[in-house]
Structures are given as structure tokens and as C-alpha cells.
């Protein structure tokens, strides 16, 4: 089992910047693809960006590219979503998520069917 644990939301005005962190325990997540998700009150839980296990392939939604980062660090077993000139529209609830199946599957998914590990989220809040 994995745990995985988010930090680094909070309050920021519009075009501040904020850098999650996802700490992952209880397994090595070096061979597993890493997530971000997001969930705004009332919508449905979106892809933000994810990362290939190796770190090789990142793809973004369209909304945050050339804003958001994601990244990983698989001695420190994190995952970090660095986001830059944050929008009012990116508050939700950020969810990290972990694919174990990825390495073998040969592919890295944007799809949340795909994540069977989730953390608990940590709430982004973009004032105008």
C-alpha cells in the first residue's frame, strides 16, 4: 500500500505562485506514474498534469500549460505541481494520485481510472 499526502495549498492572489508537494510512504513510487487532479465545489475531479515514472513524458491539461510544472524526485519519493501566475478558475481541491500499473502498462494516463492510490487533496484558493 501507499500512502500519499499533499501540502503547500493555501490562500494566494491572482498571479501569485504556490508549489504542492506529494509525499509518498509505505512503497517506492519510482516505478509508478504520478498525477495531479483538481476538483472545484460542484464540478467533476479533472486532470491537471501528470509524469511518466521515469520522468521522461509530463503532459498538462491545456488550461495550465506554460503555468503549472509538475515534477518528481524519486529519492525523496515526491511529486511537486510548481504553479506560477495562478487564474481565480484554479481553486479547487488538489488531488495527488499514483498509478502502479503504469511501468508495466508502458503508457502514462491523464485518465483518473487509471490512479489507484489518491491522497486526501489540499484546498488552492485564488483571490481576485
Known amino acids: 500500500q501507499v500512502q500519499l499526502v499533499e501540502s503547500g495549498g493555501g490562500l494566494v492572489q491572482a498571479g501569485g505562485s504556490l508549489r504542492l508537494s506529494c509525499a509518498a510512504s509505505?512503497?517506492?513510487?519510482?516505478?509508478?506514474?504520478m498525477a495531479w487532479f483538481r476538483q472545484a465545489p460542484g464540478k467533476e475531479r479533472e486532470f491537471v498534469a501528470c509524469?511518466?515514472?521515469?520522468?521522461?513524458?509530463?503532459y498538462r491539461t491545456d488550461s495550465v500549460k506554460g503555468r503549472f510544472t509538475i515534477s518528481r524526485d524519486n529519492a525523496k519519493n515526491t511529486v511537486y505541481l510548481q504553479m506560477n501566475s495562478l487564474k481565480p478558475e484554479d481553486t479547487a481541491v488538489y488531488y495527488c494520485?499514483?498509478?502502479?500499473?503504469?511501468?508495466?502498462?508502458?503508457?502514462?494516463?491523464?485518465?483518473?481510472?487509471?490512479?489507484?492510490?489518491w491522497g486526501q487533496g489540499t484546498q488552492v484558493t485564488v483571490s481576485s
Open positions: 494520485a499514483a498509478d502502479s500499473n503504469a511501468y508495466y502498462r508502458g503508457t502514462t494516463s491523464t485518465v483518473k481510472e487509471s490512479y489507484d492510490y
Open positions: 509524469i511518466s515514472w521515469s520522468g521522461a513524458l509530463r
Open positions: 509505505g512503497r517506492t513510487i519510482s516505478t509508478y506514474a
